[in-house]
Nanobody
């Protein structure tokens, strides 16, 4: 049984920073891409950032230069460092990982940015 557990969400003022973590556990033989998605009320879930097993990264345009995704392969953990946060970044943030050739989702963590 594989599971992803996220942490690090919360309430922050505009311009502030947060770091999200997502740790994978269970019977893990290999992890390919890991990523962060977010979903605001009334909106579809959208990809925020992704990091492949090679270390290559990609970001949606609205977070480039503000967010940084990274992974610690020894800990099966992916991070999302968020800086210069804006009210429009408010959403539930989910991590997703391709583990043992199957996709898994975390339970989500709320990020609220006040103006």
């Amino acid at each position: 049984q594989v599971q992803l557990v996220e942490s690090g969400g919360g309430l922050v003022q505009a311009g502030g920073s947060l770091r999200l973590s997502c740790a994978a556990s269970g019977s893990i033989f290999g992890i390919d891409a890991m990523g962060w998605f977010r979903q605001a009320p009334g909106n579809p879930r959208e990809l925020v950032a992704r990091v492949r097993s090679s270390g290559s990264t990609s970001y949606r345009d609205s977070v480039k230069s503000r967010f940084t995704i990274s992974r610690d392969n020894a800990r099966n953990t992916v991070y999302l460092q968020m800086s210069s946060l804006k009210p429009e970044d408010t959403a539930v943030y989910y991590c997703k990982a391709l583990i043992n050739l199957a996709n898994y989702w975390g339970q989500g963590t709320q990020v609220t940015v006040s103006s």
